[in-house]
């Protein structure tokens, strides 16, 4: 009974420091301010061509954005 106790307790702390934390977003539209220039790739070639196709869809519009 005594490790039943123990362990649904410690869950229950563990739940309740992990929600707890104060991360959040503060100003959503500087979220994509940035563009990529290069992106080199190792691996599996299947895998890189549609991490590269979604990139490339996503920042198709964002032209002016700051480059890392």
Do not use: H, P, W
Request: glycine share 4%; net charge positive; proline share 0%.
């Amino acid at each position: 009974m005594f490790k039943f106790f123990k362990y649904y307790a410690s869950i229950f702390a563990l739940l309740i420091l992990t929600i707890s934390c104060g991360y959040k977003v503060l100003d959503k539209s500087q979220l994509f301010n940035f563009k990529l220039e290069s992106f080199d790739t190792e691996g599996d070639n299947k895998l890189n061509f549609l991490i590269k196709n979604n990139l490339q869809k996503v920042f198709k519009n964002n032209e002016g954005n700051e480059r890392i």
